[in-house]
């Protein structure tokens, strides 16, 4: 599990922008002959012992890294951000440290770094690099990557949590990358993977509110549409979400007329439109066939040929409106009930528990 949370990547985000006046801008250059060298006529911000032992660390390390000891070269590069956090060593030891963790298959710990850069040295020339690799080391979690432990030689669990927990971190760090709609969509999906369709909902919400002029907004929209909708139970149910669903298929095709997802949205308006006209019609079966309320029934039968006007459904509720202004006049009584009269009984179960 990553060491810092989101509420506290967002309060240590806003500490460094008021410490970091920290480090001074230089650049650290590494060669087979002279090791690390700063140029740019900055100076390390450490003197005496200190700063002949940072620069021992950093060559150590490098050379675990290039012996690729990715294990020891994370673990060098990270006493030197731990001893030494306001030199300018700092930041590029603790970036190596990540790289080096990647290479060993360690995503988490290797993402921890990268954070740890962001968050105490927002201000990195690396920045843009690393939200990318933090967003490739969640997607890879999501899709299955494992951790390896033990000096890279045991694998850990599956972790979809852990990469949803990354993402949402991303999103602090840089909320109008190109990154951030990416990680919304993929939220969304590692949700309805688990079957978290609420959440899946929620996540997908922000991003077509959020991001609007993305170029995943329409594929976002209809999915959103698709999550109400499989939300739905049935006519005798709840029609709540199939008319949420509803509304966002018919928004779908009113604001991406040309878009190819219209098909699936076509079909999926007709779909919860029927299942709106269907559960109209069942209550007014109820308030015509068991209750003889006429006035309900009409309105009722009414409304389920309103929402879908075309359909079989709507036939069957307009048979069954002239049989509610025949058994309303005491003409004949409806030929549901006629239906049900002549219907076997059905035989009676019992179950024992």
């Known amino acids: 599990?990553?060491?810092?949370?989101?509420?506290?990547?967002?309060?240590?985000?806003?500490?460094?922008?008021?410490?970091?006046?920290?480090?001074?801008?230089?650049?650290?250059?590494?060669?087979?002959?002279?090791?690390?060298?700063?140029?740019?006529?900055?100076?390390?911000?450490?003197s005496g012992s200190e700063a002949n032992d940072a620069l021992d660390r950093m060559n150590r390390a490098r050379r675990y890294e290039e012996g690729e000891d990715w294990n020891w070269a994370a673990r060098a590069y990270e006493s030197v951000g731990r001893r030494y956090p306001n030199?300018?060593?700092?930041?590029?030891a603790i970036y190596r440290a990540a790289q080096c963790r990647l290479a060993a298959n360690q995503?988490?710990?290797?993402?921890?770094?990268?954070?740890?850069?962001?968050?105490?040295?927002?201000n990195t020339f690396r920045f843009d690099e690393i939200i990318g690799e933090q967003y490739r080391i969640a997607s890879?979690?999501?899709?299955?990557?494992?951790?390896?432990?033990?000096?890279?030689?045991?694998?850990?669990?599956?972790?979809?949590e852990v990469a949803i927990e990354f993402y949402e971190?991303?999103?602090?760090?840089?909320?109008?990358?190109?990154?951030?709609?990416?990680?919304?969509m993929n939220i969304a999906r590692a949700h309805m993977r688990r079957g978290a369709t609420l959440d899946a909902i929620d996540t997908l919400d922000r991003m077509v509110n959020n991001y609007r002029g993305s170029l995943l907004t329409p594929d976002a929209?209809?999915?959103?549409?698709?999550?109400?909708?499989?939300?739905?139970?049935?006519?005798?149910y709840d029609p709540t979400p199939a008319r949420d669903a509803a509304t966002y298929f018919y928004d779908f095709m009113v604001l991406y007329p040309a878009d190819p997802g219209n098909v699936r949205a076509t079909e999926g308006l007709h779909q919860m439109n029927s299942i709106i006209?269907?559960?109209?019609?069942?209550?007014?079966?109820?308030?015509?066939?068991?209750?003889?309320?006429?006035?309900a029934a009409r309105v009722l039968y009414n409304d389920a040929i309103t929402a879908y006007p075309d359909s079989?459904?709507?036939?069957?509720?307009?048979?069954?409106?002239?049989?509610v202004e025949a058994a309303a006049a005491g003409v004949a009584p409806p030929t549901a009930i006629l239906e049900l009269q002549n219907e076997e009984p059905r035989r009676r179960r019992f179950w024992l528990f």
């Not at 030199?87 to 590029?92: D, I, L």
């Not at 890879?140 to 979809?160: N, S, T, V």
């Not at 991303?170 to 990416?182: E, K, Q, T, V």
């Not at 079989?312 to 049989?323: D, K, T």
């Open 140 to 160: 890879a979690l999501l899709d299955g990557a494992r951790d390896r432990w033990m000096f890279g030689i045991l694998p850990g669990f599956k972790a979809p």
């Open 87 to 92: 030199s300018v060593y700092a930041p590029e």
């Open 277 to 295: 006209a269907e559960y109209k019609m069942t209550m007014a079966d109820f308030y015509f066939l068991k209750r003889d309320n006429y006035a």
């Open 169 to 184: 971190i991303l999103l602090i760090n840089a909320p109008y990358s190109d990154y951030a709609p990416l990680a919304l």
């Open 107 to 122: 995503y988490s710990r290797a993402f921890e770094d990268y954070q740890e850069v962001v968050t105490r040295y927002p």
């Open 221 to 236: 929209y209809l999915r959103l549409a698709e999550a109400h909708a499989s939300l739905v139970q049935g006519a005798n």
């Open 312 to 323: 079989e459904i709507a036939e069957q509720s307009r048979a069954r409106l002239a049989e």
């Open 1 to 46: 599990m990553p060491v810092v949370s989101v509420r506290k990547v967002a309060r240590l985000l806003l500490l460094s922008a008021i410490v970091t006046a920290g480090v001074a801008r230089a650049e650290l250059v590494w060669s087979p002959e002279t090791g690390w060298r700063i140029e740019g006529g900055a100076l390390s911000g450490l």
